[in-house]
């Protein structure tokens, strides 16, 4: 699996946009880049998913470094529901699991 | 929107007790998996499955049991409970099994083995 290298923590007012990176320079080419996240006391829950292209959902965008070896999850306004911790995921299709790491705890200030 | 529905939610054991976490979907999903989370640390997969009547291993199976009889279901036991498997297990769903599609999780089973 490819490793992935997310900040700590990080933190964001509420209603402004928050960029959250992730380094993985050992992709594969064919791993998808996945984005979940956890708040407290509930399941992971999918967020977003790309492979080269950036990619737009309800929730959030994705963006994806041309060499791929990084990426940035992208929320537009962030809410006080989105204090979660967020993980950056690369996922090979040979591989069953999800190999969760550490992740990004986002705190959002009110 | 049922999703993933996972129960307990809480539970308490005592050492060498059994017992069987119950996870179904409503999602026609033909894969699903167990995890499992111990305090501060990222999930690690228990056994999955492909479909009715297919399962294996994951990355930590030992202690586990699981069973497919159905599309829904995918019910996860303990035989003989031990303090190392006090931890949240979660369970989840995806229609296929590659990489460009996301997996669906319930909200977790917190067990406490005392």
């Known amino acids: 699996d490819a490793k992935t290298t997310q900040p700590n923590s990080m933190e964001s007012n509420e209603e402004e946009p928050v960029h959250l990176p992730c380094n993985h320079s050992t992709i594969s080419g064919t791993d998808y880049i996945h984005w979940y996240r956890q708040l407290p006391s509930q399941g992971p829950e999918y967020v977003i998913h790309g492979l080269t292209s950036n990619v737009n959902n309800r929730m959030a965008s994705l963006a994806i470094a041309e060499d791929r070896k990084s990426s940035t999850l992208i929320l537009h306004r962030a809410t006080l529901r989105d204090a979660a911790v967020y993980y950056c995921?690369?996922?090979?299709?040979?591989?069953?699991?999800?190999?969760f790491g550490s992740g990004t705890q986002l705190t959002v200030l009110p | 929107n049922a999703g993933v529905t996972q129960t307990p939610k809480f539970r308490i054991l005592k050492i060498g007790q059994s017992m069987t976490l119950q996870c179904a979907q409503d999602?026609?999903?033909?894969?699903m998996y167990w995890y499992r989370q111990d305090p501060g640390m990222g999930l690690k997969l228990i056994y999955y499955s492909v479909g009715a009547g297919i399962t294996d291993k994951g990355e930590v199976p030992n202690g586990y049991n699981v069973s497919r009889s159905t599309t829904e279901d995918f019910p996860l036991r303990l035989e003989l409970a031990a303090p190392s498997q006090t931890s949240v297990y979660f369970c989840a769903s995806s229609s296929q099994g590659m990489s460009n599609q996301p997996q669906h999780f319930g909200d977790g089973t917190r067990l406490s083995i005392l």
């Open positions: 999602m026609n999903h033909n894969y």
């Open positions: 995921i690369p996922h090979r299709g040979s591989a069953r699991q999800l190999t």
